[in-house]
Every structure is written in structure tokens, then in C-alpha cells.
């Protein structure tokens, strides 16, 4: 039997555009997702088993029926906000059911595991300019659930010599596939460009701004933002790394410069040619002034070379994308 990759959550946003590279690269693939929020005709490539990774019958299922070499995990909750008014569930759906997943792959011999981490494990990030180094201070359920798994994952590593895994800090991800076939399509998301983007397209009246007075050059808040084709290509060099390593590793997945959200915000009104309403809020709180990546490391041991690092690329993709979405509906 021809040696398979498995991807839990492969048909959610960030997990859609790795199956893409994965089958471009032809490697057989086979995607876990319960569909919650993910849409299967994002998959573009494998197989697709509908099953959840918290029930012990799917994952043996899964194990039994194909050669698994190596795990890709995305599945879980990730909505930050959501997590402070419902914490069981964000312990329950990545903690408690990485937990499970973690121990099939023991159980079944499978010794190489990518895990789907984030950069909300530094917390406020009070050095501005976050390296692996930096200790953990999550401040929401949603960063201290995913800072678990990773000390997790780092124990099992130890216990199981033969266990070695890599964890890859997001910082923001945005922007959608550069053909135009897979996107970010959970219409709930919170992330700034994708707001932005629907504001520019009408679909929301107006777009908030939650705090003008930081410590920034123009008050807003400064991000990292990395195009998902970028990071999705981090996840096959992880992986071509453990294929030839025994080491594991936590890696921060950013480019290393940030723009702030009045940054953002111009850009967006540039390729849309859209001027929006745009608000002052109030701050939210446990949003830092600043959270940029370095990513020193992760060129180091992966080799990761970014080929997407312009903001007007990440949001012109992610507009292309928008405005797909929203092109069926015009014609109903």
C-alpha cells in the first residue's frame, strides 16, 4: 500500500491550500474533516474521510485503512473572541482531541507530526519582535489550548524517541490561491483583510478599527501578515524535514516586517478601488501594539524561501476571492 499523508481539518482554509501543493507535489493524500466548517469542494486533491478526530472509531478507521507516514494537523476551533465566552470547547476540540490523535499516531507507528500552532502562544508579545525564544504568556483559551499541544507534543518527543514533530507559529494569514480555486470561506472570520475585503464589497456596513492610540507610528495596530500559498509551502518543506530529520522543531511562520491596520486599510481601498466607512472602537482587550515575526529560523532549518511578501498581492488574491464568493449569490 502507497504511503499516505493525512491532513486533519484539509478542507478548512490554511489545511486546502497544503492539500493543493501536496497534490501538485504527488504525494497521496487523505483528508479528515468533519465538515464543520470546512467545505469539501475545497479539496481539490486525496481522499476525503468525514470523520472527526475525537472519535476513536474515525482515527482507527483512517490508521487501518491507509498507509499513513506522516500527519498534518489543522483541525480545531480558532476564533479568538469565541474562545473567551466558551473556553470548554476550544480545550475540548484542540487539546483534548490533539490528545487523541497524538496517541493513534503512537499506536500506530506514525512518527512524523506537523502541527498547526500560533503565534497567540506569545500572548502580548511585550518584545515587539517575537523569536522561538520568547516564553509563552498566552492571554485567551484559544493561544493557552494551542500552547498545550505544543508542550504536549514536545513531551511525547521526549518519551518517544522516534516521535519528532514541527510546530509552526502562524502570525496572520490572509490572501487565497493565486488561480483563484480555494480561499477563505468561513463567513464569521475576524481577520482584518477578509473584513475589510467584505466591507469593500458591501456585504458589512462598515468597518471597525479597535483602537487608534497605540504606541505605533500611526496608532493602529502593527501585524505580520503572510500570503497562505507562502505558509502552506512551509508545511511540505516541514515535512520533506522530517522525512530527513530526527529533530523537532518550533518555527515561526511570518515574513518579518509588519503593517499597521491604517496600512492595511489603504491598501485594501487601492485594490478594491473602494472607499469604505471606516470606525474607531474601542481597543479590544490583550491586542499588543506590535506582533511581528522573526523568521531567521525557519529559512535556517527549512530552507523556506517566500515568494509572496507584498501586501497588495495578499489582498488583491484575497478580493479575487470575495468577490467569487459572492458572484453565485448575485446570480440567484
Not at 492610540?213 to 502552506?232: K, M, S
Request: hydrophobic content about 40%; proline content about 3%; aromatic content about 8%.
Amino acid at each position: 500500500m502507497d504511503e499516505a499523508i493525512l491532513v486533519t481539518g484539509g478542507a478548512g482554509y490554511i489545511g486546502s491550500h497544503v492539500v493543493k501543493l501536496l497534490g501538485e507535489s504527488g504525494h497521496k493524500i487523505v483528508v479528515l474533516d468533519d465538515l464543520s466548517t470546512g467545505h469539501k469542494e475545497s479539496i481539490l486533491y486525496g481522499y476525503l474521510v468525514v470523520g472527526d478526530i475525537g472519535i476513536q472509531d474515525d482515527l482507527d478507521k483512517v490508521f487501518h485503512n491507509y498507509n499513513i507516514k506522516a500527519v498534518l494537523h489543522f483541525a480545531g476551533s480558532i476564533v479568538v473572541p469565541e474562545s473567551v465566552t466558551d473556553p470548554v470547547k476550544y480545550y475540548h476540540n484542540n487539546t483534548v482531541k490533539t490528545l487523541n490523535l497524538i496517541q493513534s499516531c503512537i499506536k500506530n507507528n506514525v512518527n512524523n507530526f506537523i502541527f498547526s500552532s500560533t503565534a497567540a502562544v506569545y500572548g502580548m508579545g511585550e518584545t515587539g519582535s517575537l523569536d522561538e525564544t520568547v516564553p509563552f504568556a498566552p492571554i485567551n483559551p484559544y493561544g493557552r489550548s494551542k500552547m498545550m499541544i505544543e508542550m504536549i507534543l514536545e513531551d511525547v518527543s521526549n518519551a518517544h524517541k522516534d516521535f519528532n514533530y514541527i510546530a509552526l507559529r502562524y502570525f496572520n494569514v490572509a490572501g487565497a490561491d493565486l488561480e483563484g480555486r480555494i480561499g477563505q470561506s468561513f463567513p464569521d472570520a475576524t481577520h482584518l483583510i477578509k473584513v475589510a475585503m467584505q466591507v469593500a464589497l458591501g456585504m458589512r456596513s462598515e468597518l471597525s478599527v479597535f483602537g487608534d492610540d497605540y504606541n505605533t507610528p500611526d496608532g493602529t495596530c502593527i501585524r505580520d501578515y503572510i500570503h497562505v500559498i507562502d505558509l502552506a509551502q512551509a508545511h511540505l518543506d516541514a515535512l520533506k524535514y522530517l522525512s530527513n530529520n530526527d529533530k523537532s522543531e518550533v518555527l515561526n511562520c511570518g515574513y518579518g516586517n509588519g503593517y499597521s491596520v491604517n496600512e492595511v486599510i489603504e491598501v485594501v481601498k487601492k485594490v478594491t478601488g473602494k472607499d469604505f466607512s471606516v470606525k474607531i472602537a474601542q481597543r479590544r482587550p490583550g491586542d499588543p501594539d506590535r506582533l511581528v515575526a522573526m523568521s531567521d529560523k525557519i529559512r535556517k532549518v527549512l530552507g523556506w524561501i517566500p515568494k509572496y511578501n507584498d501586501l497588495e498581492l495578499i489582498a488583491r488574491t484575497a478580493f479575487e476571492w470575495e468577490k467569487k464568493l459572492l458572484s453565485p449569490k448575485k446570480g440567484q
